[in-house]
């Protein structure tokens, strides 16, 4: 069985208490056959950071953005486009809007996501998509800046199956986190039952929101076998199969070389 972990921050793992490394980390993972993964980047310069951190490895690919939460502070658009272009870079973002938070750099995050938008047509790399209260914003700034030219998906997705059915429009995938397994989740476990089995993608978000039996812990890689053996449920499949469906999504959406993707 091959898993792919669609999107975790291998750099907010605590290194100093509960991992040796990066390597523990993987192995960890691999263990429970998590064997690929995408470390997906909040801001330019931990980009930077998180690649001197993980280096060049097989198992292991790299998306470049700025989150909608980090529009404190202006970045060089340049700058973003010339490191999205890099080599292992295989996706745009995080990238989107968050109106939760931080509703007073609305106008500077909706600057932002079509930035990332624009380049990843640019590149034909996918954008990777975070949205929080911002749902018609954030479907229109997609069709606008017409997503379909280089795809993506909305990850650790929270929305409702009318969203979802949006989404599956723009030819989007659509991810799923360990937040599917919480009790109080059953409009977003509606949704997943929607969702088709071939625009699908498992992550953990890792260090964030550990699946069930594992909440309250640090989520790490690993445990997106207990969001996959969830997910399988509800789609009334195996967990091998879910597992090959997923990583063959994951290998359609993102310019990974299938021979890194062995079940691809």
Known sequence: ????????????????????????????????????????????????????????????????????????EEYDVEELRLLAAEPGVVAMGETGLDYFYTPETKARQQESFRHHIRIGRELKKPVIVHTRDAREDTLAILREEQVTDCGGVLHCFT???ETAGKLLDLGFYISFSGIVTFRNAEQLREAARYVPLDRLLVETDSPYLAPVPHRGKENQPAYVRDVAQYMAVLKGVSVEALADITTQNFARLFPVDPSRLRCA
Not at 18 to 38: E, N, P, R, S
Not at 47 to 65: D, F, P, Q, T, W
């Open 159 to 161: 929305e409702d199956r």
């Open 1 to 72: 069985m091959f898993l792919v972990d669609s999107h975790c921050h291998l750099d907010g793992l605590d290194y100093e208490n509960l991992h040796a490394g990066v390597d523990d980390v993987l192995a960890k993972a691999a263990a429970q056959d998590v064997k690929f993964c995408l470390a997906v980047a909040t801001t330019l310069p931990g980009y930077r950071k998180m690649r001197e951190l993980i280096g060049e490895r097989e198992n292991v690919a790299y998306s470049c953005g700025v989150h909608p939460l980090n529009q404190d």
